[in-house]
Structure formats: C-alpha cells, structure tokens
C-alpha cells in the first residue's frame, strides 16, 4: 500500500512538497468565472411547501439554522444524521420531500437516486440471508430531508437529502444563483446478485463509460493513466466539508486523441446529466473557462472487469470520483465536488458580502 499512496492520497503535505508551481484548484473567485445564475423558484417552492407542512418533532429535527456544521457535513454510511428521515413523515410531506429532491436534480438523476433508495431493500435481504446480525438498518426510509435556513429567493439557505449511498447538497445564495455540489451516489451491491433484481446495476454507465474509455489508450497512454495497481478502497476526497489540494495525475487530455476525448466527454457528461439543466450547462461552462484540455483522467486498481477499480477525472474547477473497491469490488461510491462552489463556496460568500443576514 506504501507505494500507492504518493499517487493516490491528498493533503496538505504533499503539495507543500512539491518543489513545482502547484497544480492544485485554485480558490480564488477572480480567477474563475462566476456560476451562471440558476433559477431557484422550484426548490424554494418544494422547500417552502415541506417546511409548512411540518410540526412539533419533525419541524424540530428538519428546520435547522443556516450556519449549523451539520451543513457542510455530508456521509454516505448508514447513520443517524442531520434531518428528519422519511419514515417518520406522513405520506403528504414524504411526497414533498421527493419534490424538493426532484427539485435538486435533472430527471436522470432523480431516478437514479430513487434507484439508490430503493436498493435499500434488496442490500436488507441479501444481509439477512448472509446471516449479517444488523441488516435491518438497510431501510428506505432512513434518508434523511433537512432545510438549513428559510427558503427564499433572496435569502442564503440550503437543504440536503442523503441516506446510506446518497447525498444531494444544495445551496441558495441569493441572486448569485445555487449551486448543486456535493453530489455523491452509491451503490451496494454495484452488480445485484440474485433474486427479483439480479443483474440491476443502478451505476453501470459510470462504470461502462470509463471502461469504454480506458480501452481507446495504447500501451503507452495506459501506462500514464493508470497510477497505482491497487486502490484505497474508498474515494480519495473522502467526506471532507472542502476537498484538500490534490496534485493532477493521470494523462491530460491535451495528450489524447480525439476520440478519446469525445469517450472522456461522454464519462463526463454521466456526471453531468445528474444535474438540473442549468445547473449543468454552469458547472460544464466553467470547466470549459478553465480549459477541458487541463482535465486529467487517472485509474487505480485493476482494469479487468470485475476487479477492484478506481478512477478520477480532475480539473481546475471540478472533481469526479468514483470507487469499486469495497465487497470484494461489488459496492460503488461516486462522487461529484466543485472545487469552487461546494456548498456554495465562492457563490456563498459573494452573497454574504453584500447582504446581511
């Protein structure tokens, strides 16, 4: 494992070792064009109409302050968590939270993340015929809606949906727009073994995409792109309120052909399309600002399929992660950050600097 970790792991040490000009993220809102802003009047209204519907321990545990950490504290393991979980909604305000969730993200990912949901019953079974003694916290119902602030157009607020394997982090500032980052998705089992749902991938096109791309690389190019012959059995930015300096690895797309980079685009673009539109057209428009030839894609672990696998595709201004390592290389975790913009980020600040709250 020694070996992998000067390739695959992040911090604050490596970068300060590194004797070149950094190349990780910048910070700076000057050296970035602003997101574009976004329409905010559906999720307002889908998270005005959960919040008036709501009462006594349930308004209690959903209703939190703005500047709460549990904000910025996104988890993708099965705990107890900020907000207040499905199953303790009546079937009116469960309805409005899968509104505020459809809200957050295009029609694609809003299946998917029902997907992801629903897999909760099927993880349960499989526990309980393997004989594992707490199968029973693998429940639907344990995903979790909190409002941080007062939705409104002009008002800082967020709100976040998560559970085991999904966590929707949307943040509202104001007239400079929202953003929709972190964006994490998972999946366990990534392949469904047996029973009414064998064969379901609810992930396949993040792992098929990068597949089809890793097989347009010559020898050479492979020998670039991947960066250590095991992984780290998780994504490298981990939860981490803000993703720490990461120096660039892999090969750049300056360095590929073509149709490599058309396959890179279409990776991406599984991403991407998780997103409300705009949401997707800013995020891909600064990407594109930062400049698309600066992206690199890297993958660890094995490339045959169904071995242990990694890859990651890093820019400027974005962060794509997605890990097959855990289960014997049958459990997924992926992950969408913008490194400006993660919980509003540079957007939020720009508000809170002309407005007072």
Not at 323 to 352: E, F, P
Request: proline share 6%.
């Amino acid at each position: 494992m020694r070996a992998i970790l000067p390739a695959l792991l992040i911090g604050a040490v490596a970068a300060a070792a590194c004797s070149r000009p950094s190349t990780a993220q910048p910070t700076s809102a000057a050296s970035q064009p602003a997101a574009a802003p976004a329409s905010t009047s559906t999720s307002t209204a889908a998270a005005a109409a959960l919040a008036a519907s709501l009462s006594g321990p349930a308004r209690d545990k959903a209703m939190l302050a703005f500047d709460a950490p549990e904000r910025v504290q996104m988890n993708y393991i099965p705990i107890v968590r900020a907000g207040v979980p499905l199953n303790e909604l009546a079937e009116g305000q469960q309805a409005h939270a899968w509104s505020l969730l459809r809200a957050g993200l295009s029609e694609t990912g809003f299946a998917t993340a029902r997907g992801i949901v629903n897999l909760e019953d099927t993880l349960r079974d499989l526990e309980q015929s393997q004989g594992v003694a707490n199968y029973m916290r693998r429940q639907p119902g344990l995903y979790y809606t909190a409002l941080f602030g007062t939705p409104g157009a002009d008002a800082a607020w967020g709100w976040r949906f998560e559970g085991h394997h999904l966590s929707v982090n949307v943040t509202h500032a104001g007239a400079e727009g929202e953003i929709v980052a972190p964006l994490f998705m998972g999946s366990n089992p990534a392949k469904v073994p047996s029973g009414p749902k064998a064969g379901l991938r609810i992930l396949a096109a993040e792992e098929d995409a990068a597949r089809a791309l890793l097989t347009l690389f010559d020898e050479a190019q492979k020998a670039r792109v991947v960066i250590a012959p095991e992984t780290t059995n998780d994504i490298v930015s981990k939860n981490l309120p803000k993703v720490e300096p990461m120096q660039f690895a892999g090969l750049a797309v300056k360095d590929m052909t073509a149709p490599q980079q058309k396959q890179l685009r279409a990776l991406l673009d599984v991403y991407a399309s998780r997103l409300p539109a705009a949401q997707k057209a800013s995020q891909l428009a600064r990407m594109e600002k930062a400049g698309f030839n600066t992206l690199h894609f890297a993958w660890a672990g094995g490339t045959a399929v169904g071995q242990k696998h990694y890859y990651r595709i890093h820019g400027p201004t974005l962060l794509v992660e997605y890990d097959n390592s855990q289960n014997d290389g049958n459990h997924v975790h992926s992950v969408w950050r913008d490194l400006q913009h993660d919980y509003g980020g540079d957007l939020l600040r720009k508000h809170l600097a002309t407005h007072k709250h």
